[in-house]
């Protein structure tokens, strides 16, 4: 194709061609991970602006039969050239293309110094002439001096994981932090992502359901050393079939701009939902929005009560006492990737469970022939959920004043421990339940010397609960 094929019409002068197809160059503001439509096509949204219209920028909505066909931008502020894009007015004023009609795309990056070489183009047969070499010239100067932060600022639907409701639909700025596309019950993807805050607690409607619920590993350790030490990291799961969502999966370690997302509690954890209208934007890392969730997670690490859940009461007001006060808190997810088999933590939890359920089982004859406390406790935080093994004297030392014994002959006792798991728990009356935050020492250890890390638990020791 000739250069002298073709002009190129500024933004604010394209716009003014209703129903016609017009060329420009423009410079990404917002991009959408691409998707497909209800029909047989997918579709790319995105918004370019240039230095004649930069305010609101243009919407351009490029569709194509066949996922390689769409432009898939890079980062924002990547330069993008358009040939016979239709301009048109739907809701708002929007250019459409597709290839079937003749549209095609360039795309180059938009830093300086990087060359005139397209990393992506729709058609083998382009020129990039001394013209355009100039057009982008001025445009990377132009971007350079001018942020982009169209459409990446707050609205009145953004919150934090912190401020997720169940029931209502919201916007989410966050990290992506690891995309497991393996099958898992059924789900194509799972998408984890985190802004540095802590998801609220659930309520538990049905205290039977965490008899068995004890999931610790929902990564492996090795992934899960690379999160952040805290804040919820919120497993994110399509609510449509894998095939539609792969086209705008993210990549780990972008910042992205989430859309119309649900959520809901399983197992009493909460799962963000991908919805069929959700939409996936790009966001810089020098966006207000990402700045925003970076500053405010290093101003966490940097008091003393960092790593306490932002949800437990402040300074912290516990129902037991640990003999370590010294000892900085860690939470759950350092405690799972420590990268130690065996040491020693202090952490503020809630205990979600018990292992027997019922207390006149909680103590069993020992070795020796006399009887042993053996107490399972599901402990959780914003971070993660663990088992801890509850034994021996460090059971007796947590209940505080009640030996083992044969739980079936010690009426009193059994209505004093009753007493205590109630108040562990959270156990009203009335549903539902809400586990009050303790604080509790833990030590991991290994029970198989040739494979340490696969017999890796954890036991509570050096804590008492007086009440």
């Given at each position: 194709?000739?250069?002298?094929?073709?002009?190129?019409?500024?933004?604010?002068?394209?716009?003014?061609?209703?129903?016609?197809?017009?060329?420009?160059?423009?410079?990404?503001?917002?991009?959408?991970?691409?998707?497909?439509?209800?029909?047989?096509?997918?579709?790319?949204?995105?918004?370019?602006?240039?230095?004649s219209y930069h305010s609101t920028?243009?919407?351009?909505?490029?569709?194509?039969?066949?996922?390689?066909?769409?432009?898939?931008?890079?980062?924002?502020?990547?330069?993008?050239?358009f040939h016979r894009i239709m301009?048109?007015?739907?809701?708002?004023?929007?250019?459409?293309?597709h290839p079937s009609k003749g549209?095609?795309?360039?795309?180059?990056?938009?830093?300086?110094?990087?060359?005139?070489?397209?990393?992506?183009?729709?058609?083998?047969?382009?020129?990039?002439?001394?013209?355009?070499?100039?057009?982008?010239?001025?445009?990377?100067?132009?971007?350079?001096?001018?942020?982009?932060?169209?459409?990446?600022?707050?609205?009145?639907?953004?919150?934090?994981?912190?401020?997720?409701?169940?029931?209502?639909?919201?916007?989410?700025?966050?990290?992506?932090?690891?995309?497991?596309?393996?099958?898992?019950?059924?789900?194509?993807?799972?998408?984890?992502?985190?802004?540095?805050?802590?998801?609220?607690?659930?309520?538990?409607?049905?205290?039977?359901?965490?008899?068995?619920?004890?999931?610790?590993?929902?990564?492996?350790?090795?992934?899960?050393?690379?999160?952040?030490?805290?804040?919820?990291?919120?497993?994110?799961?399509?609510?449509?079939?894998?095939?539609?969502?792969?086209?705008?999966?993210?990549?780990?370690?972008?910042?992205?701009?989430?859309?119309?997302?649900?959520?809901?509690?399983?197992?009493?954890?909460?799962?963000?939902?991908?919805?069929?209208?959700?939409?996936?934007?790009?966001?810089?890392?020098?966006?207000?929005?990402?700045?925003?969730?970076?500053?405010?997670?290093?101003?966490?690490?940097?008091?003393?009560?960092?790593?306490?859940?932002?949800?437990?009461?402040?300074?912290?007001?516990?129902?037991?006492?640990?003999?370590?006060?010294?000892?900085?808190?860690?939470?759950?997810?350092?405690?799972?990737?420590?990268?130690?088999?065996?040491?020693?933590?202090?952490?503020?939890?809630?205990?979600?469970?018990?292992?027997?359920?019922?207390?006149?089982?909680?103590?069993?004859?020992?070795?020796?022939?006399?009887?042993?406390?053996?107490?399972?406790?599901?402990?959780?935080?914003?971070?993660?959920?663990?088992?801890?093994?509850?034994?021996?004297?460090?059971?007796?030392?947590?209940?505080?004043?009640?030996?083992?014994?044969?739980?079936?002959?010690?009426?009193?006792?059994?209505?004093?421990?009753?007493?205590?798991?109630?108040?562990?728990?959270?156990?009203?009356?009335?549903?539902?339940?809400?586990?009050?935050?303790?604080?509790?020492?833990?030590?991991?250890?290994?029970?198989?010397?040739?494979?340490?890390?696969?017999?890796?638990?954890?036991?509570?020791?050096?804590?008492?609960?007086?009440?």
């Amino acid at each position: 194709m000739a250069q002298g094929q073709y002009s190129y019409m500024r933004l604010q002068d394209a716009v003014l061609h209703m129903n016609e197809r017009v060329n420009f160059y423009g410079v990404v503001a917002e991009y959408e991970q691409p998707k497909s439509t209800r029909g047989k096509d997918f579709i790319c949204t995105m918004t370019v602006v240039d230095m004649s219209y930069h305010s609101t920028g243009l919407r351009v909505l490029y569709f194509a039969r066949a996922l390689e066909m769409l432009p898939r931008v890079r980062a924002l502020g990547d330069i993008i050239r358009f040939h016979r894009i239709m301009v048109k007015l739907a809701s708002t004023l929007v250019c459409m293309g597709h290839p079937s009609k003749g549209s095609a795309f360039v795309l180059l990056p938009g830093m300086e110094g990087q060359g005139y070489e397209p990393y992506q183009m729709s058609h083998s047969h382009f020129t990039l002439e001394q013209v355009d070499r100039t057009m982008v010239d001025l445009m990377r100067s132009w971007v350079r001096t001018h942020p982009l932060d169209m459409g990446t600022g707050s609205n009145k639907y953004m919150v934090s994981i912190k401020d997720m409701k169940v029931g209502s639909y919201f916007d989410l700025c966050c990290k992506i932090l690891f995309v497991h596309d393996q099958d898992i019950d059924d789900r194509a993807v799972t998408i984890y992502v985190w802004d540095g805050t802590d998801a609220p607690p659930a309520d538990i409607e049905d205290i039977e359901q965490w008899r068995w619920s004890h999931t610790e590993f929902t990564v492996s350790r090795e992934v899960m050393q690379g999160f952040p030490a805290v804040g919820t990291v919120l497993p994110l799961l399509p609510d449509m079939p894998g095939d539609v969502l792969q086209p705008q999966l993210p990549v780990a370690g972008d910042w992205v701009k989430l859309r119309n997302l649900a959520c809901r509690i399983r197992d009493g954890q909460y799962e963000g939902i991908i919805l069929r209208e959700s939409k996936i934007s790009l966001l810089p890392v020098s966006t207000q929005l990402v700045q925003n969730c970076e500053r405010a997670y290093q101003e966490r690490l940097a008091t003393v009560e960092g790593r306490l859940p932002q949800w437990c009461p402040k300074p912290p007001q516990c129902i037991t006492v640990t003999d370590y006060d010294h000892v900085s808190f860690s939470t759950l997810r350092e405690v799972l990737a420590h990268p130690q088999v065996t040491h020693k933590f202090r952490c503020m939890v809630r205990v979600m469970a018990t292992w027997p359920s019922d207390v006149l089982d909680f103590c069993g004859l020992g070795a020796v022939g006399t009887f042993v406390y053996a107490v399972c406790l599901t402990l959780e935080d914003p971070t993660a959920r663990l088992r801890a093994l509850l034994y021996g004297e460090d059971a007796v030392e947590f209940f505080n004043g009640h030996p083992a014994a044969d739980l079936r002959e010690q009426g009193a006792t059994v209505e004093a421990l009753q007493r205590k798991v109630h108040r562990l728990l959270g156990q009203q009356d009335t549903d539902p339940h809400n586990p009050p935050w303790i604080k509790c020492c833990l030590k991991s250890y290994y029970t198989d010397k040739l494979h340490p890390w696969d017999s890796r638990q954890f036991r509570i020791f050096g804590t008492r609960f007086p009440g």
